[in-house]
């Protein structure tokens, strides 16, 4: 059976991509991103998505993507911050090696801002932010074996913490 060697999950603006990318480079093995796996199957970009089919229709193309990636890929995951919003992607899950990169609401809010390439932030990032993490944190915490912690880390420092912590 195939499976990710690393699944990362967390908010966005935790550094999921540049962390897995690192990740990657240092286990010698391919990385994958289930936003990147979407924009390039629809041939659009999240906000575009978003935009043109609403959300509910992007959650399901999410929780495809992610079922998908999971089944066929040995390398290091990424999911998108709300992947894990869905039941079904939550029992697939179960037994990876997955790390939740954590961020605080305020470095959240410093390193994304105002983002309109970010859909859910788009109106009062703070607030917005506030909310989002409160519906979604003990969900991340559901699906990870690890946590790490990237306020004040640096994306090296946040990869070696993730390797140190799964033991890899
Ligand atoms: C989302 C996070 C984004 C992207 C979409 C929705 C979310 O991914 O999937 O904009 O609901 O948190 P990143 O976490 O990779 O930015």
Redesign the pocket.
């Known amino acids: 059976m195939t499976a990710p060697v690393i699944v990362l999950v967390g908010?966005?603006?935790a550094g999921?991509?540049t962390v897995g990318e690192l990740l990657a480079q240092r286990l010698g093995v391919p990385y994958r991103?289930t936003?990147a796996d979407i924009v390039a199957a629809q041939g659009r970009e999240?906000?575009d998505l978003?935009v043109d089919e609403g959300e509910a229709r992007?959650r399901e193309l999410?929780r495809a993507a992610v079922r998908e990636a999971v089944a066929g890929h040995t390398g290091v995951l990424?999911l998108?911050?709300?992947?894990i919003l869905d039941d079904s992607t939550r029992a697939l899950l179960t037994g990876l090696p997955v790390a939740y990169l954590s961020l605080d609401v305020e470095e959240a809010v410093r390193r994304t801002g105002l983002n309109q390439a970010?859909?859910?932030l788009s109106v009062n990032p703070r607030r917005q932010w506030r909310e989002?993490m409160d519906a979604r944190r003990h969900l991340y915490t559901e699906v990870a074996r690890v946590t790490v912690a990237t306020d004040a880390r640096t994306p090296e420092e946040v990869a070696q913490a993730v390797l140190d912590a799964l033991e890899l």
């Open positions: 908010p966005m603006g999921k991509s991103d936003d999240i906000a978003f992007f999410e990424a998108g911050g709300g992947a970010r859909p859910l989002l």
